[in-house]
């Protein structure tokens, strides 16, 4: 302990405010933040250990999935060495970093987000290019990012001052959080700065230290965001860079027994292999690894026999196409009453055929490539899967083949044992199956292995009641899209094969990146 600290006065949380790009000031920064960009291509990124930069012998590119042929960035690959002098840095950091004040921790998250506030399109701008999200997709994530470090900041204030502990005649007794150690944090290219920014900050203004290895197709604004943090002064040692790949970084930062936990985001066989890996004893290792898992969802949106077909065909393709279908949380499935099944699905193909696919740096396109050409071949064989399991009524093949494109695809009347119905997919295809009754509907709903999120659609507040009881989900949003979490007021994490149920974003995230410790003194 360093003495008491004052608590700094700070306004309650609100979340960032979207950008509004019909403003015409808006649009030109947005334009300028892209040139700016634009004007950044080529350059190569290095590693940062223990508050140095540090080159290697390999290396790996980044790409622009609209323009596939385009390398925007080249990076430094850490391999198993780079990884544990990361891990041995990290360690030695530790000491300093966990004895520091929460106050102090919490500071350089809310210094972190001011600037980020400040320079929010130069972030965004550097997504559409390496990730193809569109503007407001962009926004939305720089946006995100933002909120989790205001918010964290905040949350570990008030962890740092509360106790539980009762009242002991003759005692003076406390419980206290106190950090882990060193996390190995492994985010996703899906938000890739959201994301990455909550996992990491979380683990940082909880006291512990972090070794960071991006996903490699979005290593960009990974490097972007661990930019911010040197600028911020963050001490040395607190926030290691290892891009590399996950046969041997990943594995390392995984498998060492410097390691205390590892919170990732990505693929159910990704996220299980790293928990299994973490549950084995390690005879060098003192402690029981901890696992931080979110792993995906096959959403689904539940439409009842007297919901508006307008409204609902709007609310399934905004979850379905936003961002390409490339969200856990996007609808990939929506189970319609046989009453209005034909009705809302005419409307869900109008609205999917009047997307406008393109470049997303275009700010008139409102969907783009999917992350890479492995990611469109895969998507394209389920697309060949669902000929054969439903009528395709929309889509199918693959956009202009200057990068990985992918049509917003709609196929009909999927039955719920399909495979385009059960397996996730993590793309711009959508399976519509027609329900004799809602009750029927949501044992569709919850056949599959995953639980994140998903939505209900109805006017009845009976059956409003009876969904939020059996729709089994970690994220269940009614009358609306199942997509959009906003920190805070969505805490959000999935059930099932979906993960650890995590609740990003939510009063207790920050628990999970520390332990209680009770205090007993005799008066």
């Not at 609209?66 to 850490?78: I, N, P, T, Y």
């Not at 780079?82 to 520091?100: G, I, K, N, P, V």
């Not at 919901?307 to 905004?318: C, H, L």
């Not at 793309?427 to 809602?438: F, Q």
């Amino acid at each position: 302990m360093t003495g008491f600290q004052e608590v700094p006065v700070l306004q309650p949380f609100q979340n960032e405010p979207f950008t509004d790009f019909a403003r015409p000031e808006q649009k030109a920064a947005y334009e300028t933040a892209l040139a700016k960009a634009r004007g950044e291509i080529g350059r190569r990124h290095l590693l940062l250990i223990d508050g140095k930069r540090v080159d290697t012998k390999g290396s790996f590119d980044s790409r622009n999935p609209g323009r596939w042929e385009q390398v925007l960035a080249s990076f430094a690959k850490a391999g198993a060495a780079e990884a544990e002098q990361a891990l041995a840095a990290a360690e030695r950091a530790f000491h300093d970093w966990s004895r520091t004040p929460a106050e102090e921790r919490a500071g350089y998250l809310l210094r972190a987000a001011a600037i980020m506030r400040r320079r929010k399109h130069e972030f965004s701008a550097v997504m559409t290019l390496e990730v193809a999200k569109t503007w407001p997709e962009a926004d939305g994530d720089t946006a995100e990012a933002i909120d989790f470090m205001e918010f964290y900041a905040r949350e570990m204030l008030r962890i740092a001052h509360e106790d539980h502990t009762t009242l002991v005649p003759g005692e003076w007794n406390r419980q206290v959080m106190i950090p882990l150690g060193v996390c190995s944090v492994i985010p996703p290219w899906n938000f890739p700065l959201a994301i990455l920014v909550g996992m990491t900050t979380a683990a940082i203004v909880a006291g512990n230290t972090v070794v960071l290895k991006p996903a490699s197709d979005s290593a960009w604004i990974a490097a972007k965001f661990v930019e911010l943090m040197e600028e911020v002064r963050l001490p040395a040692g607190v926030l290691n860079f290892v891009p590399g790949g996950g046969g041997d970084c990943g594995e390392t930062i995984v498998r060492s027994p410097l390691t205390r936990l590892v919170a990732f985001t990505g693929s159910k066989e990704v996220g299980l292999h790293i928990h299994e890996v973490a549950a084995k004893p390690d005879p060098r290792c003192k402690w029981i690894k901890r696992t931080v898992l979110e792993m995906g969802g096959k959403d689904a949106i539940l439409v009842d026999r007297d919901f508006d077909p307008e409204e609902a065909a709007t609310y399934i393709v905004q979850s379905a196409f936003g961002f390409s279908g490339q969200k856990c949380s996007a609808c990939s499935r929506a189970i319609i009453h046989q009453d209005v099944y034909d009705d809302v699905a005419r409307r869900v193909v109008e609205k999917s055929k009047a997307l406008r696919v393109g470049d997303a740096a275009d700010p008139a396109v409102q969907m783009s490539a999917v992350i890479n050409p492995g990611a469109q071949k895969s998507i394209l064989g389920y697309c060949d899967v669902g000929r054969k399991e439903g009528k395709l009524l929309a889509g199918g093949n693959a956009g202009d083949p200057a990068g990985a494109f992918v049509e917003p695809t709609v196929f009909g009347d999927v039955g719920p044992q399909a495979r385009i119905h059960c397996e996730e997919i993590f793309g711009p295809v959508l399976a519509l199956l027609r329900a004799p009754t809602t009750e029927e509907g949501m044992r569709w709903v919850n056949g599959t292995e995953f639980g994140l999120t998903g939505a209900f659609l109805s006017r009845s507040r009976k059956l409003i009641e009876w969904a939020k009881r059996e729709f089994h989900c970690g994220n269940l949003y009614v009358n609306r899209k199942c997509t959009g979490a906003l920190v805070g007021g969505h805490p959000f994490g999935g059930f099932n094969m979906s993960g650890t149920d995590s609740k990003a974003g939510g009063a207790e995230y920050l628990y999970l990146f520390t332990q209680a410790k009770t205090i007993s003194e005799r008066l």
